[in-house]
């Protein structure tokens, strides 16, 4: 049985690996859980699993928690120091990394530095410090395993071949809500139409990042890291239906893709239960409905977003950290309608362009340019 810290819980990526835990109770339990600022559900989720440890955003939360829990006896801590607790905590054996955005990098790094292996649904570790954080692995012996449908297909493909013969990592994306709109609409676009995802079921932040492929860039300049691969060698096409994940095309010209439905309960599955595959009940994809599988260019006047996130990963250094910032910054933004949907790419842009990359040693430099460009970022949407 494998004990997991689930960093992130009351997500949609934290939510589908309770379900796991559920289904398979012989494979999993539950050590410890981190969590944001939905008290009443992660006080369903302790009542359920019998954590030893959970942890909430803040600690003017914890009274409400208590009080909700009764006399049960899981340890509640709270902030940043609290998630580091649970990612660290003696007995768990791999920790679920699914905190949304920068909050995530800091318990994810302490996981690695522990020597916990890392199921990797938070991206922007990778994107903000990839250098240090693969760096940290390296040192630790850690194997991050991904969880991302996109990059756990990659990894899937990888399987039983050679590095140095990968040609191209091809990722996939849906194009979103907006692929076939008019272009003069998409400065119109509203919170609602922008959360409408067609294929994936998603928290609010990661759904726009998809409508603007924003997400897409972040899962590039993760790849780059992941993989040890270079810029020159990820590349994106549109795939509407989300039945291929990604592939990998090796220098013979061969394409493996790996394909299934859309449902983040499969790569979750294969990082928790890695090397061996779990025997489910869910509805597998059949071939002989598919029908049509689509394969689009991107274009940069629709999704310039995804041309932003290739620029930082050239620059390098600190420059996607500031890009990763500002884009949080704008998105909370436009969900609290102050910017319009095209605006998001402007003031990632100008962020960009006012910010002097570095090359970090340390995470707290990461961290500072962090600080720096969400200040920034919202002084510009001021």
Known sequence: ????????????????????????????????LAAGGNIKKVAA???????RQVSVRDQDSVPLLRQLLGKCRTEI?????????????????????????????????????????????????????GEIFVREAKKKGVRLLPVDSEHSAI?????????????????????????????????????????????????????????????????????RWLFDVKPRQVEVVIHPQSVVHSMVRYQDGSI????????????????????HRLKTSWRPLEL????????????????????????????GGTMPAALNAANEVAVAAFLDRRISFRAIHRVIRKTM???PPKRPKQVEQILEVDRWAREKAWKLIA
């Open 1 to 32: 049985m494998k004990s997991l810290a689930i960093l992130g819980s009351t997500g949609s990526v934290g939510e589908s690996t309770l379900k796991l835990v559920r289904q398979f109770p012989a494979e999993f339990q539950v050590e410890g």
């Open 155 to 223: 990894f899937q493909c990888l399987q039983g071949n050679s590095r140095e013969e990968v040609d191209r990592i091809v990722l996939t994306a849906s194009g979103g809500p907006f692929l076939r709109a008019p272009l003069k609409s998409l400065g119109r676009v509203t919170v609602e139409q922008a959360l409408k995802h067609p294929t994936w079921k998603m928290g609010p932040k990661i759904t726009v990042d998809s409508a603007t492929m924003m997400n897409k860039g972040l899962e590039v300049l993760e790849a």
């Open 256 to 275: 493996i893709a790996q394909l299934g439905l859309p449902d983040m309960r499969i790569p979750i599955a294969y990082a928790l239960s890695y090397p």
């Open 288 to 315: 002989t409905r598919l029908g049509e599988l689509t394969f689009l260019p991107v274009d940069d006047r629709r999704y310039p977003a995804l041309r932003l996130a290739y620029e930082a990963l050239a620059e």
């Open 77 to 129: 801590l709270w902030g940043e120091s609290g998630a580091v607790s649970v990612a660290r905590a003696n007995g768990v054996d791999i920790v679920v990394a699914a905190i949304v955005g920068g909050a995530g990098l800091v318990p994810t790094l302490e996981a690695v530095r522990a020597g916990k292996k890392v199921a990797l649904a938070n991206k922007e570790a990778l994107v903000m410090a």
């Open 353 to 355: 362009e006012a910010h």
């Open 45 to 51: 989720q302790v009542r359920e699993f019998s954590p």
